[in-house]
């Protein structure tokens, strides 16, 4: 990163550090992150990263598009399953605009003291709009949850109203950007909101083998990852890499450098093992 763009994060961060809040359980309601991943570490599909290069794009060149009456893109929904990249593709957006990332989680911000949580978020959105931010909003289906349970608090209707017309009136020069991976529960009221839907979906055979590509570049490989295509399909992006760091990790407890069949077939049997244990436990 340019010097000067390193030093204009780190004023921007350390005000939006000042804004982290926690609940009264002590949990934090926005969590301020250092961005530290970068374009070569996510693997898209086509239209995610078509989307994605346009909006960045827009950021970048918006004073042509408002000279046209226009405004960038700026407020994205990322739907898809757990362990797909939403979280990371935030950050790797952060990366590349040079912008502070805050992570909001709606899960705990809507149950917790309801009092301050609407002046919590307007301060969150008013930061955002004088400071250019990516504004990553967790676990966003907590929202349609409570648009929709009538048994719900009114008050707790009355912030995420209250959200919803700060999504809607922002204006600022960040982004926004709300993640679910329960897209069926978002009504079409909330999707109305969004500028663009980005899907984010299980890799397929090309993506898994440019993942292990990318999470084996520190590491000498000796095996041929084509004939692991069959066992890993189905399985998400972050249990991938997850075989893969627990094999490269055995192999450097082991004192070896190269990656053996072995080494790599006992991870993937643990991995298969823990996602058995977890759907068991999930039926
Ligand atoms: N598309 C991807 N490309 C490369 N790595 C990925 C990708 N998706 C996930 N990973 C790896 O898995 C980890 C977890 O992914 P991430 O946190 O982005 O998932 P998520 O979609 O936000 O999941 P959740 O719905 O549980 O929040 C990432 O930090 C990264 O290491
Ligand atoms: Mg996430």
């Known amino acids: ?26 949990a934090d309601l926005f969590r301020y992150i250092e961005p530290t991943h970068s374009a070569s570490d996510i693997v898209l599909d086509a239209d995610a990263y ?9 950021f970048k060149r918006g004073d042509d598009l408002r000279r046209f009456g226009l405004k960038p893109r700026s407020k994205l929904l990322f739907c898809g399953p757990p362990g797909c990249g939403k979280t990371l593709c935030a950050e790797v957006l952060a990366t590349e605009l040079h912008l502070p990332l805050v992570v909001a989680r709606l899960d705990s911000i809507i149950t917790t003291y309801l009092g301050e949580t609407a002046s919590n978020l307007r301060q969150l959105f008013e930061a955002a709009a004088t400071t250019p931010t990516i504004l990553f ?58 500028d663009e839907v980005v899907f984010f979906k299980s890799p397929t055979g090309r993506q898994i083998l440019r993942l292990l590509q990318i999470k084996t570049r520190n590491f000498e490989v000796g095996i041929d990852f084509e004939k692991y295509l069959s066992d890993l399909e189905g399985m998400s992006f972050a249990e991938i890499e997850r075989v893969c760091m627990s094999a490269i990790r055995r192999e450097i407890m082991k004192r070896k450098s190269t990656l053996s069949d072995d080494t790599f077939s006992a991870s993937l049997r643990d991995e298969k093992r823990r996602i058995l244990i977890r759907d068991n436990i999930q039926r």
């Open 137 to 194: 909003l967790d676990e966003f289906d907590a929202l349609g949850r409570t648009r929709t349970d009538a048994s719900e608090h009114s008050e707790i209707r009355r912030v995420v109203n209250s959200l919803l017309m700060l999504i809607e009136e922002f204006e600022g020069r960040g982004i926004v950007i709300a993640a679910t991976n329960l897209e069926r529960s978002i009504d079409t009221a909330i999707w109305r909101r969004f």
């Open 50 to 58: 078509r989307i994605l290069a346009e909006v960045a794009e827009e």
């Open 1 to 26: 990163m340019p010097k000067s763009a390193a030093s204009r994060v780190s004023k921007q961060s350390s005000k939006l550090a000042a804004l982290t809040r926690k609940n009264s359980n002590g």
